[in-house]
Structure formats: C-alpha cells, structure tokens
C-alpha cells in the first residue's frame, strides 16, 4: 500500500523560509512526483515536480527562483525548501506520486494516483 507523508508545515512571516517533506513508501517510483496546493474556495495548483528515475525539475511560475524541489532516493523522500514566503503562498500544500511511468513532469492533479494528507503552510503578512 502506497503512502505518502508529509511533515514541516507551520507559521511563518513574509520573507521567511520553511521546509516541507514528503516520506514515500510501499512503492519503487519510478514517475513524476509533485507539490501542490490548495487554499481555501481555490482549486488544487501545481507547485513543483521532479521525475524520480530522470531528476528533471519544473516549477510553477508563482513558485519560481523561491521554491526548490528535491529528492533523495535512498530515504525514498522528496522536499520542497521554501524561501521567500509571500502571504498568497498560504495554503495546504500536498505530495502527490504518479503511478504511470514518463520520463517526462506532470503538472496535472487528476494524472496523480497517490496524495499525502496534507500539511497546512501560513505566512503572515
């Protein structure tokens, strides 16, 4: 049974970095693998996406030059260190793992199978 983790969401001021991980298990990826987020009467948005097997990276243009995604395949976890945090960043932010193989980066939430539970990120203004 796959499941995802993730952990370091918090309180935060504008400006300020936080660091969010996402534990993997029950599974080899070999897919894309991404950070979403969702605040509240939003939709769920793409934040960042590393493929597992190939290392590539894309980022959300709201996220860019702030946000860096990372993995580490030994540990089977994959991060996103957040710097720069602007109070629209507020939002649960979700890992999410795809179960069909690319070599390529999806930024889609209905092409991702598995979802962790959330972690709830807030940056006061």
């Known amino acids: 049974q796959v499941q995802l983790v993730e952990s370091g969401g918090g309180l935060v001021q504008a400006g300020g970095s936080l660091r969010l991980s996402c534990a993997a298990s029950?599974?080899?990826?070999?897919?894309?693998l991404g950070w979403f987020r969702q605040a509240p009467g939003k939709e769920r948005d793409f934040v960042a996406a590393i493929n597992w097997s190939t290392g590539s990276i894309h980022y959300g243009d709201s996220v860019k030059g702030r946000f860096t995604i990372s993995k580490d395949g030994a540990k089977n976890t994959m991060t996103l260190q957040m710097n720069s945090l602007k109070p629209e960043d507020t939002a649960v932010y979700y890992c999410a793992a795809a179960s069909i193989y690319t070599s390529g980066l999806l930024t889609l939430p209905d092409l991702y199978d598995y979802w962790g539970q959330g972690t709830q990120v807030t940056v006061s203004s």
């Open positions: 029950g599974r080899t990826f070999r897919s894309s």
